[in-house]
C-alpha cells in the first residue's frame, strides 16, 4: 500500500466529516413545529417527510405518535393542556418540548422541538370568592381602598391578561386599577350616608382578553361602618300628656317618654334627665330613669283636687345638644266608693286558684264583672303587665282566657293582676279597683333531658388499672316528678371494656387500652327520662388514648443482605435499613446505630440508609457482617432491638491483567528451522486479580506481523500458548516480534496490558538476546468501544436561530479548507509517486520488521 494513500484519505474524510455534521447540526436545529394545545384526537400536527427519508420512529411519548411509512405525526387520546405540561413556564416564555425519532435506513437518532400554543381555555379565578371591606360613612369622596386580591389566569398572552369591572355598586362606587393590573383600588364616588344605607353587595368581575373572553366574579361586600354624625330626637308617638288617678300608689308608672338616636352603638347611647327649670313639687312627686325614658311616682297620692304638672324632658347623646320634649301629668280626685271585680270560675279551681296543663291552646278560664258606684264613666276592665292570658268584653262582662299554651318550665304560676280604668282624652286611668286571680301550671313529660355538655374529650394514658373511673356524666331534665328523673346508658359498645352507672352516670373503664390497636375510641352516652312516654338524648365522648413506650423498634426483617460494587464513593448508599416502632412522638422515634464493628459503614438516620465511609477493595475484603441496634426515644426507658447485615462487595474491573511470562519485553526465544507446524514454541502467562468476567483474560497478537497475516506465528486466544502454523521456510530466519494484547473480558470496557514476544528463527542453540525492547509506533486501538456521540446535538428552540448562524459560519470555513485541502493532496500526490518504488520492494522483503539488531551467541 502506498504511503500517501492514507493522507489523501484522511483529507477527504475530514472534510466529508465536517460537512455532514454541519448539515445536521443545521436540519435537527430547525425542526420546530407549533400546535395548539387541547386538539382532539388524531390531528395531524406536522411531518418529518420533507427533512428526512423512511422509515419513521417516534420514541415513546404519551402526547403523539408517529406513522411510520409517512413521518406524519398526530396527537393521541390525552390531549396536551399547555399549563400542566409547562407549570413553572413564565408567561412571557414559549412552551417547548423536546422529541426524539429514529429515521432514515441507517437509524439515525434525531430530536425535534414542539411549540404548545395557547389557548383560551382557562377563566380567571379568585383566590377568595368573598370579598369584605369596611367604609366609614363620612368618607371623602374620591378616596380609594386596595382590595387585597387579584384574579389569575393560566392563560398565556392575551388569554392571560385579566380586566376589572365593577357590578351592583348603584353610582356610590367604582374602580381604579393600577400597576399593570396588580392594585386594585375601589374609589368612593358619592357620599355616604350609613342611616340610609349601611350595606353594598357587589361582584368584582375579572375578564380575560382572549376572543372569547372568560370571566369570573367575586363578591365584594361593602360595609358603610358608623360615625357620630346624628343627634337624639323625640319619637312622634312619645307621649305629651296623660291623667292618673289621685289616689295612685308609689312606684306607679305614669308614662314613658321615647327617643332615637340612628347612630350605632355609642354613638347611638341616649341619656334622659329633667329639665333644671321643672318646679319643685314635680322633683318631689316623680322620677325618671335616665336610660329608659321612664316617669314613676315616688309616693303615693293623696289627692282630693284636680291638679295639672309639667315635666321638661331631655335626651342627650355624646357631643350632641340636648332635644326637649314636654309632658303634662293630670292628676284627678281621688273616688269616693271603691269599686270590686266579681269572679266566676270556668276552669277547675281550688281555693280560688285554678291548675292548667301546659300546652294546651287557649282555654276559657274565668268571667268577671265590675260591681260598684263610681264617679268615673267609662270603666273598663284590664290586665297590668305582660301575661299570657287576656280580657274579652262579652255583654258587660270580660272572659279571662290563655293567650298562649302555658309552659311549666318557663313558669309554673301565673298571677294575673285585673284592674279598672277610666277613659280620658289623654287616655286610660287605672282606678283603684283590683282583682289577682292564680293560675297554677300543671307539668306533662314534654322536655328530653338535656346534657350540660353534648360531648366530652379526654385523655387515658394505655396499659391503664381495670376499674379505673373515666368521668362524671350529667344530664337534667326541666319536667318535674317522674318526668324529670333521668337514668343512663351506653348504646351499643362492647360491654367489657367500658360500663356507665344508670343512676349517677359514672363512666367507668374495665379493660387496660392499647394505643396501637386503637387510639380513639368513641362511644354514646344515651339519658332518658321516667316518663310516659320516655324522652330521652344523647352525649358523645371521645376518649383518647395517650402512648406509653410500651413497644421496642421492629426491623424488617433480622437480616439484611446487600450488595455494592467496589471503589464507590465515600457516602455512597449501600441500602435502606426499614425499622418501625408502633408508638407515638418520641416513644416511637428512633434512632440507629452500628454497634461493635470496625467495618466502614454508618447509618445516616435522616433517610434510614446505610452507607459507606471509605473507599472498599473487594481484593481486600469481599464481604462484611455488622450488627444495627435501633433504639427509641422513650422519656422513662428506651427500648431497643438488633439486626444482622451482611454486606457483599462486588467485583468492578480496576485491576488490568499482569504478565508473569515472558518476564521482560526484551527476552528473546531461539526457534529452531526444523521445528514442525503445530509444536509449540512459547507461552504468555497473564493473571488478573479481578472476579468472574472481569478476571477472564484472552490474548491476541496484535501488531505488526500478524497484521499483515504473513507470520508463521499464531497465539491461542485462552491458553497463551504460541505456535507454529506452518512450517518455517527459508524466508522466516530471522527475528519476529510479536505485540501481544492481554484482555480481561470487563464490561463495558475491558482492561488490557501489553508485551512484547521476541522469536529467533535460528539454527544456533544459544540464547539469543535483544539489544534494546522493541516499539510499537501504529495508531491502532487495542480497546474498541462504541461512540456514544448523539447525530444532532440536543439544542431548544430557542436557540435554533443562533446554531444556524453558526452552522453557515463553519460550512464556509469547511470550503476554504476544501480548497486548502484539495491543493495539499495534489503536492502530496506527485511526491508519492516517486516514492511508491522504493516502498513497494521494502515492504515485501520482511513485512513490518523492526530494524532492531540481535545477534547469537
Not at 406536522?46 to 417516534?58: A, E, I, V
Amino acid at each position: 500500500m502506498g504511503h500517501g494513500t492514507p493522507d489523501n484519505m484522511n483529507c477527504a474524510g475530514l472534510l466529508q466529516l465536517l460537512i455532514v455534521v454541519h448539515i445536521r447540526q443545521i436540519i435537527c436545529s430547525s425542526l420546530l413545529f407549533s400546535v395548539p394545545e387541547e386538539l382532539e384526537p388524531d390531528t395531524l400536527v406536522g411531518s418529518l417527510s420533507k427533512n428526512f427519508s423512511p422509515p419513521y420512529q417516534l420514541l415513546p411519548h404519551k402526547y403523539l405518535r408517529m406513522d411510520i411509512n409517512t413521518g406524519n405525526f398526530y396527537t393521541t387520546e390525552l390531549k396536551m393542556d399547555r399549563e400542566a405540561i409547562c407549570p413553572a413556564e413564565k408567561k412571557a416564555e414559549e412552551c417547548v418540548t423536546l422529541y426524539n425519532a429514529i429515521v432514515g435506513p441507517s437509524k439515525n437518532l434525531i430530536q425535534f422541538s414542539v411549540i404548545i400554543e395557547d389557548i383560551n381555555d382557562n377563566a380567571p379565578h379568585f383566590e377568595n370568592n368573598k370579598i369584605h371591606l369596611g367604609v366609614p360613612e363620612d368618607t371623602t369622596v374620591g378616596t380609594s381602598f386596595l382590595l387585597d386580591t387579584q384574579a389569575l389566569d393560566s392563560d398565556t398572552g392575551p388569554n392571560g391578561e385579566v380586566q376589572y369591572h365593577l357590578k351592583g355598586s348603584d353610582g356610590a362606587f367604582g374602580l381604579k386599577i393600577e400597576e399593570d393590573s396588580s392594585l386594585i383600588m375601589l374609589v368612593v364616588e358619592r357620599a355616604l350616608d350609613r342611616e340610609t344605607r349601611d350595606l353594598f353587595q357587589m361582584q368584582l368581575v375579572a375578564t380575560d382578553c382572549g376572543v372569547d373572553p372568560l370571566s369570573v366574579s367575586a363578591d365584594l361586600i361593602v360595609t358603610v361602618t358608623d360615625v357620630n354624625d346624628n343627634c337624639p330626637a323625640f319619637s312622634s308617638d312619645s307621649p305629651h300628656s296623660v291623667t292618673i288617678p289621685g289616689d295612685s300608689r308609689k312606684n306607679t308608672v305614669v308614662t314613658q317618654v321615647r327617643a332615637t338616636d340612628p347612630d350605632l352603638g355609642p354613638n347611638g347611647d341616649i341619656v334622659y334627665s329633667l329639665s333644671p327649670k321643672v318646679s319643685e313639687r314635680v322633683k318631689t312627686l316623680f322620677s325618671l330613669n335616665s336610660l329608659t325614658g321612664s316617669i314613676s311616682l315616688t309616693r303615693d297620692l293623696e289627692s282630693d283636687n284636680s291638679e295639672e304638672l309639667v315635666l321638661k324632658v331631655l335626651a342627650s347623646g355624646h357631643h350632641c345638644p340636648p332635644a326637649d320634649t314636654q309632658v303634662t301629668i293630670s292628676v284627678l280626685p281621688k273616688a269616693n266608693q271603691e269599686l270590686t271585680i266579681k269572679i266566676g270560675f270556668i276552669a277547675e279551681h281550688q281555693n280560688q286558684t285554678m291548675v292548667l296543663q301546659e300546652n294546651q291552646h287557649p282555654t276559657a278560664l274565668a268571667v268577671l264583672e265590675l260591681e260598684g258606684d263610681s264617679i268615673f264613666k267609662d270603666l273598663f276592665l284590664a290586665i297590668e303587665g305582660e301575661v299570657p292570658f287576656t280580657l274579652s268584653p262579652q255583654n258587660g262582662k270580660y272572659l279571662l282566657s290563655t293567650s298562649k299554651p302555658l309552659d311549666y318550665e318557663m313558669d309554673r304560676e301565673h298571677h294575673i293582676s285585673v284592674v279598672a280604668r277610666v277613659r280620658s282624652a289623654e287616655g286610660s286611668v287605672i282606678v283603684p279597683s283590683r282583682r289577682v286571680v292564680t293560675v297554677l301550671v300543671a307539668d306533662i313529660n314534654d322536655n328530653a333531658p338535656y346534657f350540660v355538655q353534648p360531648q366530652y374529650e379526654l385523655q387515658v394514658e394505655e396499659n391503664n388499672q381495670p376499674g379505673m373511673s373515666l368521668l362524671q356524666i350529667s344530664a337534667s331534665d326541666l319536667d318535674s316528678g317522674e318526668n324529670g328523673m333521668v337514668t343512663y346508658r351506653l348504646e351499643n359498645y362492647n360491654p367489657t371494656m367500658f360500663s356507665i352507672d344508670s343512676v349517677t352516670g359514672q363512666l367507668s373503664l374495665l379493660v387496660p387500652l392499647d394505643r396501637e390497636q386503637q387510639n380513639v375510641h368513641r362511644l354514646t352516652v344515651f339519658a332518658r327520662d321516667s316518663g310516659s312516654p320516655p324522652l330521652e338524648s344523647m352525649a358523645t365522648v371521645s376518649i383518647h388514648v395517650r402512648d406509653q413506650n410500651d413497644n421496642p423498634p421492629v426491623f424488617l426483617t433480622p437480616h439484611f443482605i446487600f450488595f455494592i460494587p467496589e471503589n464507590v464513593p465515600t457516602l455512597s448508599q449501600v441500602g435502606k435499613v426499614e425499622v418501625k416502632d408502633p408508638d407515638k412522638g418520641e416513644n416511637g422515634t428512633t434512632e440507629l446505630y452500628v454497634v461493635n464493628s470496625s467495618a466502614p459503614f454508618v447509618v445516616d438516620n435522616t433517610q434510614g440508609m446505610l452507607r459507606t465511609t471509605r473507599n472498599l477493595d473487594r481484593e481486600t475484603e469481599d464481604r462484611y457482617e455488622l450488627y444495627l441496634l435501633a433504639s427509641d426515644h422513650g422519656q422513662t426507658v428506651a427500648l431497643t432491638s438488633t439486626a444482622r447485615v451482611t454486606i457483599f462487595v462486588e467485583d468492578i474491573n480496576d485491576n488490568q491483567p499482569k504478565v508473569i511470562l515472558p518476564s521482560n519485553n526484551s527476552s528473546c526465544l531461539t526457534v529452531s528451522p526444523g521445528t514442525l507446524a503445530g509444536a509449540t514454541v512459547g507461552k504468555i502467562y497473564a493473571i488478573d486479580e479481578d472476579s468472574g468476567l472481569n478476571s477472564e483474560i484472552t490474548y491476541s497478537a496484535t501488531a505488526p506481523e500478524l497484521l499483515q497475516n504473513r507470520s508463521p506465528f499464531q497465539i491461542d486466544s485462552r491458553s497463551g500458548n504460541i505456535t507454529l502454523s506452518q512450517q518455517l521456510l527459508h524466508t522466516d530466519l530471522g527475528m519476529h516480534h510479536l505485540f501481544i494484547v492481554v484482555r480481561d473480558g470487563g464490561k463495558p470496557v475491558p482492561l488490557y496490558t501489553t508485551v512484547w514476544m521476541n522469536l529467533l528463527v535460528n539454527d544456533s542453540t544459544e540464547p539469543c538476546h535483544l539489544d534494546g525492547v522493541p516499539t510499537w509506533t501504529g495508531t491502532l486501538n487495542l480497546v474498541q468501544t462504541p461512540s456514544k456521540e448523539p447525530i444532532c446535538d440536543v439544542e431548544t428552540a430557542r436557540f435554533s436561530k443562533l446554531i444556524l448562524l453558526i452552522g453557515l459560519g463553519m460550512m464556509l470555513v469547511s470550503t476554504c479548507l476544501f480548497v486548502a485541502t484539495v491543493i495539499c493532496c495534489l503536492k502530496q500526490r506527485s511526491r508519492s509517486l516517486k516514492m511508491n518504488k522504493r516502498a513497494y520492494t521494502e515492504a515485501n522483503e520482511i513485512p513490518l520488521r523492526l530494524k532492531d539488531k540481535y545477534y547469537s551467541d
